[in-house]
C-alpha cells in the first residue's frame, strides 16, 4: 500500500472537478437578438435578383447610405445577377476582377450558381448561404453576396480588403529577449497570430457574433479533447447571456463573463502578447479574441499566472527565478511598505531603532500636515501622475513623469509639504507597483495600498492585519471560470513545478492540473 | 441555498484543524489550571488533543454508517426537538471556543502593545473582519487557513527559537508529582481542543465525506500535537512554572526574557499580529461552523443570519470579560474551563450511542 493510499482524499473523478458547472446544455451561441434579448423577425430570402435589389435597397437605406455598391448585370450575357458589396470594406480588385468580369465573360452552356462557383468564380473561400440576415452580415464584414435570378441561394464571396494596422511591437508587455509581435484590431491577423505559433491539429477557432443585436465578432480558440468541455460550455454560455447591445471591445467583454464583477481584481488574463496566447491555450486555456480589439482574453486565470511575465521563461531559470522572486517583492512592497511604515512611525515607534526614529523625526521636523495626511497626499500625487503619463502620447508622458518624479517631489520637500523618507517610501512603492506585470492587478494592488495606509493610520499593525485579512479573505474567494483564484497554492493541486519560483522547462510539458484537462484523466467518461 | 459551505481538500482542512488546535493549545490556554502541576504541558497537551480525537471517534464511525451529516444524526438520534436542542448545545461549545482565544488576544493587545488603548476600539477591528470571514463560508476560511499556516508556524519557531540562548534544562522540574495530576490536566486541556475538531465534523460536507474527516482529523491532530508540544517544551525551558502559571500568553513574553540587546527584541509585535492573524482564522471557522449547524439544523436557506447571531454572541463574551460585571464573567469562562467539554463532547458522543442502538435495532428488523 502506497503511503498516498492512507493519506490521500477519496477523490473521485468529479468529486474535485473545479469547474462549477450549471445543468443542461448551453443555449445557441450568438443568436439574433436586440438589446432586450428578443430575436429579430428574418426577411424572407428574395425569389428574383429585382427583389434582393430591393431587399437591400429598403434594409440599408441606400439613398443615404452611399457606401453599399449594388450591381445588377448578366452572367454569361443571358442571366441575371446581383454583386453587393460595402466600399472600403471589400477589395475592389477582388470584386472587379476575380468576380464580375469572369461572371460577365462567362460563355458556358448552362448558368447556375453551382456551375458559376464551380467554374468562373476565382476566390478562394466560397459559402452558400440561405438566411437573409447572415448575408447581411457578410456583406458588412466585407464580403460580396452574389444573387442569381431564380437561386434560392446566396453566394458569400470572401473579398476583405480594408485598411488595417500593421503589427507592431507590444506597447505594454515588453520584454527584452523575447517575440516582438503584438495583436492587432483585425481578428483575422490576430487568429493567424495565433495559429502561426501552435501547430497542432486539434486548434479550433470558432468565430462567432454575440452581443445584442450579434454585433461583434469575436473567435474562440481551444485545443479540442485537450481543454476542458465544461470550461468551453461555460465561456459560450456567458457570452450568449450577453445582452448588452453597441460595441464591444475586449475590456468590456470580459467583465461580462467575469465571475465577480465588483472585483478590483481581474479573473480573465488580457494580454496583447500572441506567444502569451498561444502559451495558455496550449496549456488547456480559452483564448477569446475581439474584432477591432488587440487584447486577447485567456480564462480561466489565476494570481500566479497574473504575476508571471514571458520574459520568466525565456531568460534562463536562475535568472528567471530571481526575476520573479524581484517581482513579488515589489508587488508585497508596493502594497504593505507605505502602511507598515506609517504603523510604525504613529503606534509602534519600539519597533525602529533609535538611530532609524531620529533620521525620520529629523526628516519630518518641518512638515506641517500629519504624516498620514503626508502619506496620502504622496500616494495621490503619484496616482496623478501616472494617470496623466499614460493619458498624454509618447514621449510628453515620460516627460510627465520624470518632471512629477523628480521636479514635484523636490518642490515638495522644500517646500515642507513632504518629509524625504516618506517620499522614498512612496517612491519605493510605487516603483514595487510597476513590478506587476498585468495591468488592471497593477491598480488593484495600487488602491488596495492606499486602504491599508487608511487601516494602519486608524489602527496600526492591527489595522494592517485586519485590511490584509479581508483582502486575502476576498482573494481567497475569488473564483475565475470555477477555478480558485490562489490555485495550485489554496487549494493546492498537485504539480510538479514550483509556484512561485521558476521551474525547469521541461516541467511545461503537461497542463496543469488545475485545467483539468485531459491530460488528467478526468474528461474520458464523458466530461 | 447560501450555505456557503464549498469544498476543500485535505491540505485547506487539515491547516485549518490544526491552526485552531494550535491557536487553542498555545495562545489561549488557562495558564493556572495548565501550568499548576508542574512544567509537563509538553506531554499533557498532546495528550489532550489525542484525547479529544479519540473522543470524536464514536460519532465519525455512526456517521459513516448513517451518512446523514452531524444534525442529521441529532436528529435521527434526539428527534427533532432533541436534535435542535443537541445541535445549540454544540453550537454554544463552538461559541466559547471562538470566544476564548479572542479574548487573550485583546487582553495581549489591550495591555502590551495599544497600552491605554479602549479594548473596544481594538475589538472593532478585530470582530468585523472575522465575522465577514466567517460569513465568506468554509471554503474561504480553509484556504485562508492553507495561506497564512506556514507563516503563523515560522513566526512562532522564531520566536521559540530566538529565545534559545536562554534555555535551561532545570526548569523542567517539576514534573508531575504523581499520573493523576498529570491525566487530570491532560483531560481538563482537552476542552480547549474538542471544539475544533468537532466542527470538523459539522463541515464534513465541505471536506467531502466523514472518510475525507476522518483523515483531516487524524492529520490535524497529530501535526498540531506535535507542535504544541514543542512549543510547550521551549516555554518549559524559559519559564519557571509558577512564572507561566500567572503569565499571560507566555510565548508573546519570550522575547522580553531573551535577545534584549538584539534586533530580534523588536519583532514581537510584529509576531503578535501574525498569530491574530491565525486567532481570527480559527475564530471564523468556529463561528461559521456553529452557523453553519444552526442553519442546517433549523433548515434555513441562508447562512448570514445564523453568522450574525453566533458573532453577536462571541461578542458578548469577548467583552463580557472588559466589562464591569467582570466577576460575573469570570464565573461564566470558569465554568465553560471546566465544563465546556461536555458541552463538545456530549452531542456527539450521546448521538453515536443512541444512532448505533437505533441502527442496530434498522438492521434486525
Known amino acids: 500500500m502506497k503511503i498516498t493510499d492512507i493519506l490521500g482524499f477519496d477523490r473521485e473523478k468529479k468529486a474535485f472537478e473545479l469547474y462549477e458547472r450549471e445543468t443542461g446544455t448551453p443555449d445557441p451561441f450568438a443568436p439574433w437578438r436586440d438589446a432586450d434579448g428578443k430575436s429579430e423577425e428574418e426577411p424572407p430570402f428574395p425569389n428574383s435578383v429585382r427583389e434582393a435589389y430591393e431587399l437591400f435597397e429598403k434594409s440599408f437605406n441606400t439613398d443615404k447610405n452611399k457606401d453599399l455598391i449594388l450591381r445588377r448585370f448578366l452572367a454569361g450575357g443571358r442571366r441575371g445577377a446581383l454583386a453587393v458589396y460595402m466600399n472600403g470594406m471589400a477589395d475592389d480588385t477582388k470584386v472587379n476582377d476575380f468576380i464580375l468580369r469572369p461572371l460577365m465573360t462567362f460563355d458556358g452552356a448552362s448558368i447556375s450558381l453551382d456551375e458559376l462557383l464551380k467554374k468562373t468564380v476565382r476566390i478562394g473561400e466560397v459559402r452558400r448561404e440561405s438566411s437573409v440576415k447572415n448575408v447581411f452580415l457578410a456583406v458588412m464584414d466585407g464580403m460580396t453576396a452574389l444573387f442569381l435570378d431564380g437561386e434560392r441561394e446566396a453566394a458569400i464571396l470572401e473579398t476583405h480588403g480594408y485598411e488595417k494596422r500593421g503589427i507592431d511591437a507590444p506597447e505594454n508587455e515588453k520584454v527584452v529577449t523575447g517575440a516582438k509581435e503584438s495583436f492587432t484590431e483585425s481578428l483575422r491577423t490576430n487568429i493567424t497570430l495565433v495559429r502561426r505559433l501552435i501547430h497542432e491539429r486539434d486548434l479550433v477557432v470558432e468565430t462567432e457574433l454575440t452581443g445584442g443585436g450579434g454585433n461583434t465578432r469575436l473567435a474562440i480558440v481551444y485545443r479540442d479533447g485537450v481543454t476542458n468541455e465544461a470550461l468551453i460550455g461555460e465561456v459560450k454560455r456567458r457570452l450568449a447571456r450577453i445582452k448588452t447591445g453597441g460595441i464591444l471591445t475586449s475590456g468590456m467583454l470580459g467583465q461580462m463573463i467575469e465571475d465577480d464583477k465588483n472585483s478590483p481584481l481581474p479573473q480573465i488574463l488580457s494580454t496583447e502578447r500572441p506567444d502569451r496566447a498561444a502559451s495558455h491555450v496550449m496549456q488547456g486555456s480559452v483564448c477569446l479574441l475581439v474584432e477591432g480589439s488587440p487584447f486577447a482574453l485567456l480564462m480561466p486565470v489565476t494570481f500566479f499566472s497574473l504575476m508571471s511575465s514571458p520574459e520568466d521563461v525565456y531568460l534562463r531559470k536562475p535568472l528567471g527565478t530571481m526575476l520573479r522572486l524581484v517581482r513579488y517583492f515589489g508587488a508585497a512592497a508596493s502594497v504593505l511598505l507605505p502602511g507598515y511604515f506609517l504603523s510604525l512611525a504613529l503606534y509602534h515607534q519600539g519597533i525602529l531603532s533609535t538611530e532609524v526614529l531620529s533620521t525620520v523625526m529629523a526628516s519630518r521636523m518641518m512638515v506641517f500636515e500629519p504624516i498620514g495626511v503626508e502619506m496620502l497626499l504622496l500616494l495621490f500625487i503619484f496616482q496623478l501622475i501616472r494617470e496623466a503619463g499614460q493619458r498624454v502620447p509618447g514621449n510628453i508622458g515620460q516627460a510627465i513623469g520624470i518632471i512629477g518624479g523628480l521636479v514635484m517631489g523636490q518642490a515638495a520637500v522644500t517646500a515642507h509639504l513632504a518629509s524625504p523618507v516618506v517620499l522614498i517610501i512612496v517612491a519605493a512603492s510605487g516603483l514595487g507597483n510597476f513590478c506587476i506585470p498585468d495591468y488592471s492587478t497593477q491598480l488593484a494592488a495600487s488602491y488596495l495600498r492606499i486602504a491599508v495606509v487608511i487601516a494602519a493610520w486608524l489602527g496600526g499593525l492591527l489595522g494592517i492585519a485586519a485590511a490584509v485579512l479581508a483582502a486575502a479573505c476576498h482573494i481567497a474567494g475569488l473564483k475565475s471560470f470555477g477555478v480558485p483564484f490562489l490555485a495550485p497554492f489554496a487549494p493546492r493541486t498537485s504539480r510538479k513545478r514550483p509556484i512561485v519560483l521558476r521551474g525547469d522547462i521541461g516541467m511545461h510539458e503537461r497542463p496543469e492540473d488545475m485545467m483539468n484537462t485531459s491530460f488528467d484523466g478526468r474528461l474520458e467518461d464523458g466530461e | ?365
Request: aromatic fraction near 12%; proline fraction near 4%.
Open chain 2, 1 to 365: 441555498m447560501k450555505l456557503r459551505q464549498g469544498r476543500i481538500g485535505l491540505f485547506a482542512g487539515t491547516a485549518l484543524a490544526a491552526l485552531s488546535l494550535f491557536t487553542c493549545g498555545v495562545f489561549s490556554i488557562d495558564p493556572k489550571t495548565a501550568y499548576a502541576n508542574g512544567n509537563s504541558t509538553y506531554l499533557s497537551l498532546p495528550l489532550a488533543v489525542i484525547i479529544s480525537l479519540s473522543a470524536l471517534i464514536p460519532a465519525m464511525l455512526v456517521l459513516n454508517w448513517k451518512r446523514v451529516g452531524l444534525n442529521g444524526l441529532f436528529t435521527y438520534a434526539f428527534g427533532k426537538v432533541g436534535g435542535i436542542v443537541a445541535a445549540v448545545i454544540l453550537s454554544v461549545s463552538f461559541v466559547w471556543a471562538a470566544a476564548k482565544p479572542m479574548t487573550e488576544f485583546l487582553l495581549v493587545l489591550t495591555r502590551l502593545v495599544y497600552d491605554g488603548v479602549p479594548y473596544m476600539r481594538i475589538v472593532l477591528y478585530i470582530l468585523p473582519v472575522t465575522v465577514f470571514i466567517a460569513w465568506k463560508g468554509f471554503e474561504s476560511v480553509g484556504r485562508l487557513a492553507l495561506i497564512f499556516s506556514g507563516l503563523i508556524l515560522i513566526s512562532v519557531a522564531a520566536a521559540a527559537l530566538s529565545a534559545s540562548p536562554e534555555f535551561a534544562a532545570y526548569r523542567l522540574y517539576p514534573l508531575p508529582s504523581g499520573n493523576a495530576d498529570f491525566f487530570k490536566t491532560a483531560f481538563s486541556g482537552s476542552v480547549f481542543f474538542l471544539p475544533p475538531l468537532a466542527a470538523l465534523l459539522v463541515n464534513e460536507e465541505g471536506l467531502g465525506g466523514v472518510k475525507n474527516v476522518r483523515k483531516t482529523l487524524a492529520a490535524a491532530a497529530f501535526i498540531s500535537a506535535a507542535a504544541i508540544g514543542l512549543v510547550q517544551f521551549a516555554l518549559a525551558l524559559i519559564y519557571p512554572h509558577r512564572v507561566l502559571s500567572g503569565l499571560l500568553m507566555p510565548l508573546y513574553r519570550i522575547n522580553f526574557l531573551s535577545l534584549r540587546q538584539s534586533y530580534a527584541l523588536r519583532l514581537d509585535k510584529l509576531f503578535i499580529m501574525v498569530w491574530l492573524l491565525g486567532c481570527v482564522i480559527s475564530c471564523a471557522y468556529l463561528i461559521y461552523s456553529a452557523s453553519y449547524l444552526l442553519t442546517k439544523t433549523f433548515s434555513a436557506r441562508d447562512v448570514t443570519p445564523a453568522v450574525l447571531t453566533v458573532s453577536a454572541a462571541v461578542f458578548f463574551l469577548v467583552t463580557a470579560e472588559f466589562s464591569e460585571n467582570y466577576a460575573r464573567a469570570e464565573a461564566v469562562g470558569s465554568f465553560f474551563s471546566r465544563f465546556g467539554s461536555l458541552f463538545a463532547l456530549i452531542p456527539p458522543l450521546l448521538a453515536a450511542a443512541v444512532g448505533s442502538i437505533k441502527l442496530k435495532k434498522e438492521s434486525r428488523l
